[in-house]
């Protein structure tokens, strides 16, 4: 029987788009404030539609330039100092709350997540989601980047579960499917986020949900006899 859920947090629980836009914003407002010729709103759009042409290589280089500010490393390094220690305005998706609620009641839940710890601590504290689960590892600050197995068997040691007992819930499977595999548990991909439409990456996951808040009849299809 399953009794513990390893579950990923970007793009699983919530729309890491929003962080990211969040980030943008403090970054833009922080801008703002030293150059108060320069309009905050039109600065973060601006990082928005860098990132959707060119993705997320030199966008503060990019918006210095256009507002006639100097992209010395230097001010790269403090705005990218912004992003990470901002409070983020994220939330999690309509449902997630109730469906981590309703889990518990059933399984043991660990959130296992990738990133810089001090984003994903961030991103935590926003979310409120450490009440609503039994365990929160940050994988980046064990130093086991996913798809290393180790923060896996650290929530499988900390919930007093097997490897088979257990079932990760992730939407990359790069990461969260690799994972499951190097550590021999069974795996659900949600197609939620800017994996949704990717392939498997040659890690399948044993089962699929269109997202989180549908996890439930899926986990019970895994349960033996299901």
Not at 14 to 26: H, N, P, Q
């Amino acid at each position: 029987m399953i009794s513990a859920l390893l579950i990923d947090l970007d793009d699983t629980l919530y729309d890491e788009r929003t962080y990211v836009l969040s980030g943008f914003s403090a970054v833009a407002q922080e801008l703002a404030r030293r150059h108060p010729r320069l309009d905050a709103a039109a600065l973060a759009a601006g990082m928005e539609a860098e990132l959707d042409t060119h993705g997320r290589g030199r966008i503060f280089d990019v918006v210095l330039q256009a507002a006639g500010l100097p992209a010395s490393p230097a001010l790269i390094g403090e705005l990218v100092g912004v992003y990470r220690d901002h409070r983020p305005a994220i939330s999690l998706w309509p449902g997630v709350a109730d469906t981590l609620t309703t889990l518990a009641k059933s399984y043991r839940l660990a959130i296992v997540t990738d990133g810089l710890a001090l984003m994903q601590s961030r991103k935590i504290e926003a979310l409120g989601v450490a009440d609503l689960v039994d365990e929160v590892l940050l994988c980046w600050g064990a130093a086991a980047p996913k798809p290393d197995p180790a923060c896996y068997l650290e929530a499988l040691r900390r919930m007093g579960a097997f490897p088979a007992q257990a079932v990760v819930i992730g939407d990359n499977p790069g990461h969260d499917m690799a994972a499951a595999a190097a550590v021999g548990c069974r795996s659900v991909r949600v197609r939620t986020g800017k994996f949704a439409a990717l392939g498997d990456n040659g890690f399948p996951a044993d089962a699929e949900a269109p997202s989180f808040v549908q996890i439930a009849p899926v986990l019970a299809r895994l349960e033996p006899g299901g």
